[in-house]
């Protein structure tokens, strides 16, 4: 992804299909505070668990360079939850809570 129109048409085509979205940022930023576990996390969840209804994907810079690891989460409905100085253990709750259970976990959220 390399332009908000491009995340639009993402976010469109999945919210068709009634999946969620997971986007970890992974500019220089995000790698050098700790991204890549994180996203690994993500993944190992989402295949352990066997969950089906959700993509995971990288982006670049989110634009909040100082709360990195950032993922964010677009439920099918659109609704965009980003997450904050993500750690693996915080991903795989977000996968258990919020993509499984349908809760967002509000203590790591931005705003």
């Known amino acids: 992804m390399k332009t908000?129109?491009?995340?639009?048409?993402?976010t469109k085509?999945?919210?068709s299909e009634g999946k969620k979205v997971i986007a970890v940022g992974m500019a220089t930023c995000g790698i050098?505070?700790?991204?890549?576990p994180v996203m690994n996390s993500f993944a190992n969840e989402i295949r352990t668990r066997g969950v089906k209804n959700v993509e995971l994907k990288m982006t670049g810079c989110i634009g909040m360079c100082s709360l990195e690891p950032i993922a964010e989460?677009?439920?099918?409905?659109?609704?965009?939850?980003?997450?904050?100085?993500l750690t693996e253990d915080k991903a795989a709750q977000i996968v258990k809570e919020h993509i499984i259970g349908?809760?967002?976990c509000k203590e790591y959220t931005a705003g």
């Open 4 to 10: 908000l129109d491009e995340l639009e048409r993402i």
């Open 13 to 15: 085509k999945e919210k």
């Open 32 to 36: 050098a505070a700790g991204a890549r």
């Open 73 to 85: 989460v677009f439920d099918e409905d659109g609704t965009r939850t980003i997450y904050i100085n």
């Open 102 to 104: 349908g809760k967002i």
